[in-house]
């Protein structure tokens, strides 16, 4: 699946993502679906509950307001995103079975390198195993 990101969304998730450092940052991501193209509009940052440089997971209090504000836009939820501060944009073991919702896009910012890159997955099941398949993504 393509999907697109506005280059002020973008800007947004590295700045809650550098402010996270050296912890891992996360949040949602919300806009538009359509036949083979997802559009993201908005980001919504979070507090990773977690605390950590190597995994991360969603406060549940924050993932709730940002539902409500999404909804609040008339935006579809789309996925989330969060850092790896260390290692590359690919998702780690833990994250293959954090994603479970085959219809997301997980996305991942890299800091680990001089420029910060960013990559979406998707996830499906492959006899019984999760499966990460990179989808085309477009800073516009
Ligand atoms: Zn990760």
Do not use: W
Not at 24 to 49: H, M, T, Y
Not at 95 to 100: P, Q, S
């Amino acid at each position: 699946m393509r999907i697109t990101l506005p280059l002020d969304v973008y800007g947004l998730i590295l700045e809650h993502c550098r402010g996270g450092l050296p912890l891992e940052a996360c949040g949602l991501v919300a806009g538009r679906q359509s036949d083979g193209l997802k559009e993201i509009l908005a980001a919504f940052p979070v507090r990773n509950a977690d605390a950590s440089r190597s995994h991360f997971s969603i406060d549940p209090r924050d993932q709730l307001g940002a539902v409500l504000a999404m909804r609040a836009q008339g935006l579809s939820p789309l996925g989330n995103f969060h850092s790896h501060p260390e290692t590359p944009a690919r998702p780690s073991g833990e994250d293959l079975r954090l994603f479970v919702d085959r219809r997301a896009s997980y996305l991942i910012v890299s800091l680990a390198g001089p420029r910060p890159a960013i990559k979406s997955f998707q996830v499906s099941l492959a006899d019984g195993l999760p499966v990460a398949t990179e989808e085309e993504l477009d800073i516009v």
